[in-house]
């Protein structure tokens, strides 16, 4: 029988080891000090899927990480992470999921810079057909993330430096199965819809994602006709693209492959980021090696970006 999930006490326990990445991302919802100044070239990071877990030195591997970001020459002015904090929240039994977000409490207090969060597949508790935390037992789907790292939400916006931030949900559940899968739902899609207009057609905009909208690794390694599952991208980015293309959307960043990949579209680049953990920390995959993105944003709405190793060795 697995061991009841308390929202009061979880939070009061871990109170303290969120309020400093807390306090450093305020301007979530409101934007920061610096947007009511004239907008300067500013950099931030894209800090995707380390699977933080207790083996294979994964939390040396992302407090080493969130070391080079903080020894960056450029000093970013935040993180944002692309979801998959922890290794696995799916298929495991509570005293398994607190101790793997307790771990990545433990590396986040070394970052030395603001973080926002994006939750990914694996940060939500028993959405799987595998599960053994069920339907209605305390701490089942999002409550954690949301309640630790979201102030409550899982999707959210900001703005910094003449450039506008959404950091959506991409993790929809099946119905039937209860397995996750790719989707952005309706009440979603209608705050998007009132952010963008809020936020107008000449602010250069950033989204993140933790599935990607498009990608094109797996027919690269598997064929051309390699069929995908719900899993792989968010299913009806069809149906909300004309939304998306009234705006001035440059860059969609996202996670979930593992793979460092960029496409571009149109205007738009599609990025996803690769993996700080690598193949789940077992070494580097398809010769890419663990680390993370930086980009440097530009008044003009202009933007670059570099793949960052970090040095990780995996360990035996």
């Not at 947007?35 to 699977?51: G, I, L, M, N, R």
């Amino acid at each position: 029988m697995q061991p009841m999930y308390s929202r009061s006490a979880f939070s009061r326990r871990h109170f303290l080891a969120s309020a400093a990445a807390f306090s450093g991302a305020a301007g979530w919802l409101s934007g920061t000090a610096s947007d009511a100044a004239e907008p300067k070239p500013f950099s931030f990071v894209f800090f995707t899927d380390p699977h933080v877990q207790p083996e294979k030195g994964a939390t040396e591997g992302v407090k080493q990480a969130f070391a080079k970001v903080n020894a960056l020459e450029q000093r970013p002015d935040f993180v944002i992470t692309g979801g998959d904090l922890i290794m696995d929240a799916l298929n495991v039994g509570m005293d398994r999921v607190q101790l793997q977000w307790d771990l990545w409490d433990e590396c986040q207090k070394t970052l030395e810079v603001p973080i926002h969060h994006t939750v990914g597949n694996h940060d939500v508790t028993g959405w799987s057909s595998k599960a053994i935390v069920k339907p209605g037992d305390s701490g089942y789907g999002k409550a954690i993330f949301s309640e630790r790292y979201g102030q409550g939400k899982t999707y959210r916006s900001f703005d910094h430096g003449g450039w506008h931030f959404v950091i959506l949900d991409s993790i929809g559940q099946d119905p039937v199965t209860l397995d996750y899968k790719g989707w952005i739902d309706d009440d979603q899609l209608a705050w998007l819809k009132a952010d963008l207009e809020k936020t107008g057609t000449q602010t250069p905009v950033i989204l993140v994602t933790h599935i990607p909208f498009y990608s094109v690794w797996h027919q690269v390694l598997k064929g051309p006709a390699f069929p995908l599952d719900g899993k792989a991208l968010v299913g009806n980015v069809f149906e909300f693209r004309k939304l998306l293309a009234l705006y001035n959307i440059k860059l969609v960043l996202s996670g979930h492959g593992h793979i460092s990949e960029r496409i571009q579209f149109d205007k738009v680049v599609y990025l996803q980021g690769g993996a700080v953990c690598g193949m789940w920390w077992k070494g580097p995959v398809h010769g890419n090696p663990e680390g993370f993105v930086q980009i440097d944003c530009h008044p003009d709405g202009s933007f670059q970006d570099r793949y960052i190793s970090y040095g990780w060795k995996a360990r035996a």
